[in-house]
């Protein structure tokens, strides 16, 4: 279908993914969208709701993986976000920045689905994020602790649960090919995980989460208190991993790694206060 918004700098727009919106002489930023539909009282509540479009540039499609939309939430009556607006685009690589306690590990949790926005909407590839089936949305929005928890006893018990989950025989492989991307020797599938150093345990971690590529990653401070070798390690996997097209979300207060971001937008007070593009 195809809405008139009846509005000045506007004609007609098609609904269908996210991002930009074709106008036939123009373009328009998904945030001067929202803005008109916000100010249209004819559209309904689902029309309203359906905020995800498709972008038509230069002869191209982009399509906008992730839509967050006047989204707030509170513990009690203690606000921790609010009115939080963001598009993340199929092939981004965000970083978030900001002071301790602004909202970013929050922000990322409702987006993986374990907390509860209070108010407003996440969209996923064009629909309510609740609509999903929990296990499948998490086998495409995967979601890194910065002090991940390792389960059972070896290395092994550890990358079996992914292939466990999709009900498939485990691939040893896979597995091995895998340690091996993160500088890990394939004989390590056999190493009890008590004797495992800070950075194997976020290595063996991320491969957990990643034997599997998801859609969309997000890494909350999985660099934390990692020496420079591990870190590199584990920013060098994550740049492989974005080359086969995985969308990134990232968490740091890493002064390196917020200069040599990619797309960078900074959190305070529970809010989006700057977004920059800095290569």
């Given amino acids: 279908s195809t809405y008139n918004l009846d509005t000045a700098d506007t004609h007609k727009f098609v609904p269908v993914s996210l991002g930009y919106i074709f ?3 123009q373009f328009i930023k998904f945030s001067r969208l929202c803005q008109i539909i916000r ?5 309904n509540k689902s029309e309203k709701v359906q905020l995800e479009y498709q972008c038509f540039k230069k002869g191209t ?7 967050i939309h006047q989204l707030s939430y509170q513990v ?11 598009t993340v685009e199929e092939g981004d690589w965000l970083t978030i920045g900001g002071p301790s306690g602004s909202g970013k590990s929050s922000l990322l949790k409702l987006i993986a689905s ?4 209070t108010s407003g909407a996440i969209l996923y590839q064009g629909k309510a994020q609740d609509t999903y089936e929990i296990t499948t949305y998490r086998q495409e929005v995967s979601y890194c602790f910065q002090n991940p928890t390792l389960f059972g006893e070896t290395v092994y018990d550890n990358l079996l649960f992914p292939f466990t989950i ?3 025989p485990f691939n040893q492989k896979k597995a091995e090919e895998a340690l091996q991307l993160v500088a890990l020797k394939p004989d390590f599938l056999s190493k009890n995980i008590n004797d495992l150093s800070g950075g194997e345990r976020q290595r063996v971690a991320l491969l957990r989460n990643l034997l599997f590529l998801p859609k ?3 890494l909350d401070e999985v660099t934390v208190g990692l020496d420079s070798e591990n870190k590199q390690i ?4 994550l740049e492989k991993i974005h080359q086969k097209g995985v969308t990134l979300l990232q968490i740091t207060h890493d002064e390196s790694e917020l200069a040599h971001s990619k797309k960078t937008i900074w959190i305070q007070n529970g809010g989006i206060v700057d977004e920059r593009v800095s290569r």
């Avoid at 100010?39 to 559209?43: A, F, N, T």
């Avoid at 499609?61 to 839509?67: E, F, G, Q, S, Y």
């Avoid at 374990?114 to 926005?117: A, E, F, I, N």
Wanted: proline share 10%.
């Fill in 23 to 25: 106008i036939p002489s």
């Fill in 39 to 43: 100010e249209k009282p004819s559209l």
């Fill in 61 to 67: 499609i982009m399509t906008t993986l992730l839509t």
């Fill in 76 to 86: 009690g009556k203690q606000p921790i976000l609010s009115n939080v607006n963001l």
């Fill in 114 to 117: 374990l907390q509860t926005p």
């Fill in 166 to 168: 999709r009900h498939l």
């Fill in 216 to 218: 969309l990653l997000l």
């Fill in 234 to 237: 584990v920013l060098d996997f």
